[in-house]
Structures are given as C-alpha cells and as structure tokens.
C-alpha cells in the first residue's frame, strides 16, 4: 500500500479523496491510517456519509465479500447527485 500521495502532516482529507477511496475503504484494502483519516471526515461530512451509505448498499448487494468493480463514471454521477441535493 503506497502512501506517498497522503504525506505525513496533511490530516485533512478532501472529498474527492474519500470518494476515490471508498470502495478500498469498504473492502478494508487501504492503510490503517487513511482509514482513519476517512472515519474522522465521515464524522464531520454528511455528504460522505450519505456516499459511503450508497456505495455499501450497492457493496451489499453485489454480496459475498468480493470486490466489485467500480462501474465506469460511477464517481462523476455520484458526484452529480450530490451536487442535485
Ligand atoms: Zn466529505
């Protein structure tokens, strides 16, 4: 797991990163520390939240603890929505 594009120092996590990193998040395939760094904005982003609830629903269906592929886009339309709210 590389971590040089989160360097020591930056705690602050955008939104896009989150959006980028959520199926890894869901998957438990990232860093122990971006992990964390990602709950501590869930906590203060409602957005995120409202995102990462969509994509586990869609992880829970897709079911049996495989990783499934992001469809192409996915994150532009999620992000659409978001901006439609
Ligand atoms: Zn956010």
């Known amino acids: 797991m590389v971590n040089s594009k ?3 120092g930056s705690i602050e996590i955008s939104c896009v990163e989150v959006w ?3 199926s890894d998040y869901l998957n438990g395939e990232i860093s122990a520390e971006l992990r964390d760094r990602m709950q501590a904005h869930f906590e203060v982003c ?3 939240t409202a995102v990462l609830d969509g994509v586990r629903n869609v992880v829970q269906l897709v079911g ?3 990783s499934f592929p992001m469809p192409h886009g996915f994150s532009q339309r999620l992000y659409k929505k978001i901006r439609e709210r």
């Open 64 to 66: 049996d603890g495989r």
């Open 20 to 22: 980028r990193e959520i």
């Open 6 to 8: 989160y360097p020591a």
């Open 46 to 48: 409602k957005h995120c």
